[in-house]
């Protein structure tokens, strides 16, 4: 019943922006930490973003501090993702997913639900 959509991916130059969205349906985001992480070819999944219920708190790897923003719209139940000056090691399958618990984690463990991925990926 709870369903995690993402979009908004897709093949870009080094530098280049993109937004990715997050669509949930079957529970109140509000309610639900969120968090999005990634996942290259021959690599294990990494953490990228997150942000509490509120949205007031957000954690971000290091590798994407400066670059990356989440963000997230109760009203719309749509969680994003702004990635700015984009690099080749972004290239990844990227997945949204979503907490039960309040904080913005960075550990894949706390997250109870997840959607089916967009891809990115960005030429040098």
């Known amino acids: 019943q709870v369903q995690l959509v993402e979009s908004g991916g897709g093949l870009v130059q080094a530098g280049d922006s993109l937004r990715l969205s997050c669509a949930v349906s079957?529970?109140?985001?509000?309610?639900?930490?969120m968090g999005w992480f990634r996942q290259a070819p021959g690599k294990e999944r990494e953490f990228v973003a997150a942000?509490?219920?509120?949205?007031?708190?957000?954690r971000y790897a290091d590798s994407v501090k400066g670059r990356f923003t989440i963000s997230r719209d109760n009203a719309k139940n749509t969680v994003y993702l702004q990635m700015n000056s984009l690099k080749p090691e972004d290239t990844a399958g990227y997945y949204c997913?979503?907490?039960?618990?309040?904080?913005?984690?960075?550990?894949?463990?706390?997250?109870?639900?997840w959607g089916q991925g967009t891809q990115v990926a960005v030429s040098s």
């Open positions: 997913a979503a907490s039960l618990g309040l904080a913005a984690s960075s550990g894949q463990g706390v997250y109870d639900y």
């Open positions: 079957g529970l109140t985001s509000r309610n639900y930490a």
């Open positions: 942000v509490s219920r509120s949205g007031g708190i957000t």
